[in-house]
T-cell receptor, first 114, second 114 residues
Framework: DTGVSQDPRHKITKRGQNVTFRCDPI?????LYWYRQTLGQGPEFLTY????????KSRLLSDRFSAERPKGSFSTLEIQRTEQGDSAMYLC????????????FGPGTRLLVL | RKEVEQDPGPFNVPEGATVAFNCTYS??????FFWYRQDCRKEPKLLMS???SGNEDGRFTAQLNRASQYISLLIRDSKLSDSATYLC???????????????FGQGTELSVKP
């Protein structure tokens, strides 16, 4: 499968625990995005990378959230001290820079914080 | 005011019907516009880009009115398989070479019945 992949697909955790999600973009794509989607809403932008550089972060991304893309390939999104309000689908997307920004989404990681 | 607004529906239509979705956006500097389709518990997938001159792809027609900041999607001869949520999407960066975060509407749910 040459599309965007995400791991894990589902995560259940207890409030206060840390979680980490991984995203593997389409191999030649140099832009990688993280979005969050809650039930009944469209995805909301969290952050994006061009190669290894994190170029923009949403105000939604509190200090408990951190994202990395150390070698410009896969990316991780970590949430520290999870809260029930963090329960959502976390979507990763990738695209080529200098294109019409067609972003291809991965299947998402569904997080439930108990 | 949300940056991208859509009627959440649901729209319940019989097979063969024509259905229209509307969307408004607030940032007049936006340059790129899209419709994405999202099936239940799946990731969003690009349905079509929207151009100022209007564009058609089979049964789907998208139109953009920059003066009114209004985007539409028309589906003709609807099929059962068209049942999904349709997301109106605007590129959140005035110059897509500077970044490509997508701003999503809430989504409009469509249910096509036999």
């Amino acid at each position: 499968d040459t599309g965007v992949s995400q791991d894990p697909r589902h995560k259940i955790t207890k409030r206060g625990q840390n979680v980490t999600f991984r995203c593997d973009p389409i191999s030649e794509h140099n832009r990688l995005y993280w979005y969050r989607q809650t039930l009944g809403q469209g995805p909301e932008f969290l952050t994006y990378f061009q190669n290894e550089a994190q170029l923009e972060k949403s105000r939604l991304l509190s200090d408990r959230f951190s994202a990395e893309r150390p070698k410009g390939s896969f990316s991780t999104l970590e949430i520290q001290r999870t809260e029930q309000g963090d329960s959502a689908m976390y979507l990763c997307a990738s695209s080529l820079a200098f294109s019409q920004e067609t972003q291809y989404f991965g299947p998402g990681t569904r997080l439930l914080v108990l | 005011r949300k940056e991208v607004e859509q009627d959440p529906g649901p729209f319940n239509v019989p097979e063969g019907a024509t259905v229209a979705f509307n969307c408004t956006y607030s940032n007049s500097a936006s340059q790129s516009f899209f419709w994405y389709r999202q099936d239940c518990r799946k990731e969003p997938k690009l349905l079509m880009s929207v151009y100022s001159s209007g564009n058609e792809d089979g049964r789907f027609t998208a139109q953009l009115n920059r003066a009114s900041q209004y985007i539409s999607l028309l589906i003709r001869d609807s099929k059962l398989s068209d049942s999904a949520t349709y997301l109106c999407v605007v590129n959140g960066s005035p110059d897509y070479n500077q970044g490509g975060k997508l701003i999503f509407g809430q989504g409009t749910e469509l249910s096509v019945k036999p």
